[in-house]
């Protein structure tokens, strides 16, 4: 894929997400669906990212990198790190209409608009090699469980799912 | 930095697109050094993390094709989608300290999105569009507050 193409899909991505994550749905929209990347090698950037240190949000830099080698990731990591650091001159210039109502309602309304994406993208995520089985659909559930709660590391979620595929899965 | 130009720097950061963090240290970054703050401090907490997760990248691309790493893959697949559902509730799950009218107008609310994306096919980009406006238009009275929320 073009740098520069791969780049602007990083950089819409990051810009119209709120959080780390949230930039999954559009950018499993203009990667997996164009058939640039695939379902696997999203999911190993998620995995790879929530094991790794920093944000949640660099597991861009992961897909990144599976997409386009040390360009992509370095593209991705530019377009993680650009969009949030417009709060930097607004809040210089306009703190105080940051702060007011229909400001914090859009962006309410962006974050519900997110999860229901995300939601749909867990979906796509767990139904992507076809009907998952039933041990498949209880590790998602364990999944979403335990990182709702937050009480285990995500490494630990995942390196739990990655023994029960071992056992599992072949 | 106070606690209390802390706590706001925090609430503005949640008002960012993007990675949250980054705004975050973008703003800290600012508040200590100016612009040049701006850069060490976003710089110095993205450039090792980045690193770091493209090394963990290249070192699982080396055995990504085996039969091992396929199995393992098929279980952390439903693990990660399962995740990603948790996050979406995760920034639900703040509406929950404005009370029950508040937490039933959200859930109801990124249901509808649920169903928008599955069902009816509605475009990303569509969706956010319309969750942006929907929230300026009808959502609009309480600021949010995200300190509770752990999506990055």
Do not use: C
Request: aromatic fraction near 4%.
């Amino acid at each position: 894929m073009d740098p520069l193409a791969l780049f602007v899909v990083f950089l819409k991505a990051s810009a119209l997400s709120l959080g780390g994550l949230s930039s999954l749905p559009l950018l499993r929209a203009d990667l997996v669906a164009p058939g640039i990347a695939t379902d696997d090698q999203v999911v190993q950037a998620i995995a790879i990212g929530r094991i790794s240190t920093g944000p949640n949000g660099l597991y861009i830099v992961s897909l990144g990198y599976l997409v386009g080698g040390a360009i992509g990731a370095s593209l991705a990591l530019l377009a993680a790190s650009l969009p949030p650091l417009v709060i930097v001159p607004i809040t210089a210039l306009a703190r105080r209409w940051l702060l007011a109502t229909p400001v914090a309602g859009l962006v309410r309304g962006v974050a519900l608009a997110t999860a229901g994406l995300l939601v749909a993208t867990g979906i796509g995520i767990v139904n992507a090699s076809g009907t998952p089985s039933l041990w498949q659909l209880a590790l998602a559930a364990i999944g979403t469980v335990l990182t709702y709660r937050g009480t285990l590391h995500p490494a630990i979620v995942i390196a739990i799912g990655a023994a029960v595929g071992l056992a599992l899965g072949r | 930095m106070s606690a209390r130009e802390f706590g706001e720097a925090w609430a503005l950061s949640q008002l960012s697109p993007g990675i949250h963090l980054v705004a975050l240290a973008g703003l800290i970054g600012r508040r200590a050094a100016g612009w040049r703050g701006v850069v060490a401090a976003v710089g110095g907490m993205m450039i090792p993390a980045a690193a770091i997760t493209v090394a963990l990248t290249a070192a699982y691309g080396v055995i990504a094709a085996s039969p091992v790493a396929r199995a393992a893959l098929a279980g952390v697949a439903p693990v990660t989608g399962g995740m990603t559902i948790a996050t979406a509730a995760l920034l639900v799950r703040a509406s929950a300290r404005h009370g029950r009218a508040h937490l039933v107008i959200d859930v109801a609310v990124s249901l509808g999105f649920v169903v928008a994306a599955t069902l009816l096919g509605v475009p990303t980009l569509a969706a956010i569009g319309a969750g942006a406006l929907i929230g300026a238009v009808a959502l609009g009275r309480e600021r949010p507050t995200s300190r509770e929320s752990s999506v990055g």
